[in-house]
């Protein structure tokens, strides 16, 4: 697999995502044996029409019956027939299949980047995974409805009528395969030309998500520091990049459908003449050369079918080898042999942490968090108070040092059982489209309604919800209720609650909510982490006042630490 940008998640090369592809229709074999069952029945049922007509012309000019004449258009209308039910089947299938195939990619393209490493997430941007999982399938999507139900039709068509050609006659066949090389020489430049294009124009795409997608979350950010200007130029410029590469695809695509008519032109024109002359030699009759013409003619629709679906099919294949890239992304392995943290403690040693760019934010940081205590950490900002979060929470890796989640070191922690002990809940409280129920269930799938209830009691948000008319069951988020910032975070305590995390770190969980939500938050929040561990990333004075500790961070380093007494006799 190859990548673009360091900063985005791989994008698949060739041999892989072919190889990805066949592991997916093996996964749906039935469908994918029915679909190909009916495309060839369809296809074979076809063939028949050309040698009929040729049949009715040669009655016509020796002088045969009209009886005849009704059995081979009776014949011809049975064909017909046969063959417009067949081919509607025949579609519908292939696009079922491709359907039930994109729907598998889509879960697991899903499920892969929720259990990929977030700091990697985080690093290719949020624009590029958006744009995997929203532009790259539906072009996917769009291919599988209408190009390769097409594709399948043509190419079987093309190839069985090569065949049905040759029987006819080899001399028809011969002149058929004149126009071979215009096509093939057509079609080489066309692939060396688009491929890169549209392989470019899926990553152009991506920023330009990226892009927007930045300025929409922060929009306010955007507005208070004046940065308007700049961030609409920089929108602008990732346009004008995407527009640019769709053009150039434009242009390569209208010049290869001019070569395609050319090749068409030649084509019919070699095969009329060699039917001409092998007439007039009385080597095949005129209704076996009018049966050939009609073959050849017969290949122009789906062979530009399948050379101009080739457009559709390339910006596919490019959407669909991001998507291959995010599935062969190596996730971490989760060992069944690794060990389960004692307890809730937290222990940071001697910890450093700077990013690739080399930017140093934390310095010989020691930290000790007892197992079932509250520690608040201070600082100003950019003081490292969210570095340490992430790294408690296993988001981040220390540059050098120890964390120890349980007294059970980082590397020898599993994955899936850190993100099982220690719960982080931030600011950004999101409310998923659903009921609320369906939001609490997320973390506890078997949850019986009155477990909700009282997870709801826990964080006092149990008399607003049933003063709702459909009370658990009420849709919120997109689509639904909009809930409060006070209310969103009080539905995220509640799932905290009702989760089995040792560990729980508020980054400023309940700063969105505003001052006069902030007591009953606060609350909430420490009843919440009764029984946990808990680390407060505070922003008031109030949540450090009522931690058992205080850790003050100072440029990324600790200069103070202790109990809220302690450290006010010290001054």
Known sequence: MTGTSVDLLPIADGPTTRRTLVRLLRRSRFRTLLALG????????????????????????????????????????????AQAVLSAIAIVRVASLGEHVLANVREDVVERVLHLPLADVEAAGMGDVVARVSGDVDA????????IPELVGAGLTIGLTVVGLGILDWRLALAGFAVAPIQLL???????RSSPVYAAERVALGRRTGSVTEVIAGASTVTALGLGAARSADVAERSAEANELALSAA?????????????????????????????????????????????????????????????????A??????????????????????????????????????????????????????????????????????TVARLVTGIDTPSSGDVEIGRIDHRRLDRARWRRTVNLLTQDAHVFSGTIADNLRLVAPDATDTELRGALEVVDAAGWVDRLDDGLDT??????RELSPAEASQLALARVNLSSARVVVFDEATAEAGAAASRQLDAALDAVAEGRTSI???????????ADSIVVLERGRVVESGAHDELVRTD
């Open 186 to 192: 057509a079609t080489r430049w066309y692939l060396r």
């Open 317 to 386: 294949t490019a959407a669909f080898a991001r998507l291959v890239g995010v599935l062969e992304t190596p996730a971490p392995i989760e060992r069944d042999d690794a060990e389960e943290p004692v307890d809730g403690s937290v222990s940071l040693r001697a910890v450093e942490f700077e990013y690739e760019s080399g930017h140093p934010v934390l310095h010989d940081v020691h930290i000790d968090v007892a197992d079932r205590s509250q520690t608040a950490i201070v600082g100003e900002s950019g003081a490292g108070k969210t």
């Open 140 to 147: 996917v999507s769009d291919a599988t409805r209408e190009a």
């Open 475 to 480: 849709e919120v988020g997109d689509g639904g």
């Open 536 to 546: 407060v990333i505070a922003h008031r004075l109030a949540q450090a006042r009522g």
């Open 38 to 81: 009916l495309s060839v029945a369809a296809t074979v049922v076809g063939l028949f029409v050309p040698p009929l007509l040729g049949r009715i012309v040669d009655v016509v000019i020796d002088g045969g019956s009209t009886s005849e004449i009704d059995s081979l258009a009776a014949g011809l209308l049975v064909a017909a027939v």
């Open 251 to 315: 242009r390569v695509r209208t010049r290869f459908f001019g070569r395609l008519n050319g090749a068409e032109f030649t084509g019919l024109a070699t095969v009329i003449a060699v039917g001409f002359f092998t007439v007039r030699a009385d080597a095949i009759s005129v209704g076996t050369a009018t049966a050939g013409a009609l073959y050849f003619h017969r290949l122009f629709n789906p062979f530009n079918s399948l050379l101009g679906l080739l457009d559709t099919a390339q910006d």
